[in-house]
């Protein structure tokens, strides 16, 4: 293949291989294929819109190096996972012998325990600056807030990125502690 004239049908993604051995080695083995699609995604896509002015492998290598970033930094705001556990019994009783059904039903679901969360940030609200809380407000009780991201938040509100992450590192800190 030539790699200045890379094409959708013409690229293969074998030649990704040495890339995917290197980078995804410090990645945890569960997350490993949903990275490798999530990246070869985007490198098709961005050769499909002609985004790749240089060498495809190099270009590649970044789109490999952001996606493993990009993963890891999306799934590090999941503060919590929630989970269910359902217990259904229809009127069974071991001891006397009854063989009515009974079931147990799990469920695991990401996400980020908001009212936890909440209880947490408004019992260490002291801790953080007036623009960390403005950010953490805005991003907790507001619907908007809820869907955006810290860095996002602080351009919608006019504050320094700095203050998003400052105060996503502090919340996290108390949320895990």
């Known amino acids: 293949m030539n790699n200045n004239?890379?094409?959708?049908?013409?690229?293969?993604?074998?030649?990704l291989a040495p890339i995917f051995n290197y980078v995804l080695r410090g990645v945890r083995y569960e997350d490993r294929e949903e990275v490798k699609s999530?990246?070869?995604?985007?490198?098709?896509?961005?050769?499909d819109q002609n985004k790749v002015k240089k060498d495809v492998f190099s270009f590649s290598h970044?789109?490999?190096?952001?996606?493993v970033y990009?993963?890891?930094?999306?799934?590090?705001?999941?503060?919590?996972?929630?989970?269910?556990?359902?217990?259904y019994?229809?009127?069974?009783?071991?001891?006397?012998?009854?063989?009515?059904d009974y079931f147990s039903y799990a469920t695991e679901e990401p996400g980020y325990g908001l009212s936890d969360v909440r209880i947490d940030y408004l019992n260490h609200i002291d801790i953080f600056t007036p623009q960390?809380?403005?950010i953490?407000?805005?991003?907790l009780f507001t619907e908007e807030g809820i869907a955006m991201k810290p860095t996002e938040i602080s351009n919608h509100l006019g504050l320094d990125k700095s203050h998003a992450s400052r105060a996503m590192g502090k919340l996290k800190q108390i949320c895990q502690g």
């Open 132 to 134: 960390q809380r403005k």
């Open 89 to 100: 019994c229809d009127g069974a009783d071991e001891d006397r012998g009854s063989t009515i």
């Open 38 to 47: 999530e990246a070869v995604l985007r490198i098709l896509t961005a050769i």
């Open 70 to 87: 990009d993963y890891y930094r999306k799934n590090n705001r999941m503060i919590t996972k929630r989970s269910t556990l359902v217990n």
């Open 5 to 15: 004239v890379a094409t959708v049908s013409n690229f293969s993604i074998e030649t």
């Open 62 to 67: 970044t789109v490999v190096q952001r996606t």
């Open 136 to 139: 953490l407000n805005f991003m």
